[in-house]
């Protein structure tokens, strides 16, 4: 079946340590990924993105890896903060007919300790 | 200014109800959608219109009707409310339905609560 997942439900990290967050996808023919931060009671909120024509892509302490020989994609926060204590979604843009829809994992919550 | 707003931001109602959702942005993007949020945190969609026109129908009980009076605009309206359509309502854009760049950017989120 297609499904966007991802590995661990919850990631607790240590202020100040790098976080790393798992997606698994299983359409190959997708080619757009985006990664989202959403905090409580907020919608998502869009962190980075990257195309299959790439296998890495920086921001400003986040990168997102692609893999797309296993169908994996991550994201990694350096330097974790408080302010990222938030659950991350990965979503993959499947195209049909012309036309985009966002499928969304599950999500990770991570959880940033003092 | 809120770039997609979405009201109200709680609704509780009693099962059987009709009630609607509006949703409004300012991005002047072509496309917008609903998806809803389960408990689990998983986001599904539900609708998609680009420039008034309907381009995504997922499987969506017929109670649940969406209306785009301009491409600025997206509204949801539930007929004959169930409890298991407690859940968090999200209104989204995207430039256009190919969403080439940046995905989407999300509202703020309904959540109804049917008792």
């Known amino acids: 079946g297609e499904s966007v997942g991802l590995h661990l439900p919850t990631l607790s990290v240590q202020e100040g340590d790098n976080s790393i967050i798992n997606c698994a996808y299983s359409n190959s023919a997708s080619d757009y990924f985006i990664w989202y931060k959403q905090e409580s009671g907020k919608g998502p909120q869009f962190i980075i993105d990257?195309?299959?024509?790439?296998d890495k892509r920086q921001g400003q302490r986040v990168t997102v890896l692609l893999n797309k020989t296993v169908k994996h994609l991550s994201l990694q926060i350096a330097a974790t903060q408080p302010g990222d204590s938030a659950v991350y979604f990965c979503?993959?843009?499947?195209?049909?007919?012309?036309?985009?829809?966002?499928?969304f994992g599950q999500g990770t919550t991570l959880q940033v300790k003092p | 200014d809120t770039a997609v707003s979405q009201t109200p931001k709680y609704l509780v109602t009693q099962m059987g109800n009709d009630k609607s959702i509006k949703c409004e942005q300012n991005?002047?993007?072509?496309?917008m959608y609903w998806y809803k949020q389960d408990s689990k945190k998983f986001l599904k969609i539900m609708f998609s219109y680009n420039n008034k026109e309907l381009i995504i129908n997922e499987t969506v009980p017929n109670r649940f009707s969406p209306k785009s009076p301009d491409k600025a605009h997206l509204n949801l309206h539930i007929n004959s409310l169930e409890l298991g359509d407690s859940a968090v309502y999200f209104c989204?854009?995207?430039?256009?339905?190919?969403?080439?760049?940046?995905?989407?950017?999300f509202g703020s989120g309904t959540r109804l609560t049917v008792v």
């Open positions: 989204a854009s995207s430039q256009d339905p190919q969403m080439i760049n940046y995905g989407y950017t």
């Open positions: 990257i195309r299959s024509n790439m």
């Open positions: 991005l002047g993007h072509d496309t």
């Open positions: 979503a993959e843009n499947r195209i049909s007919s012309n036309t985009g829809k966002l499928i």
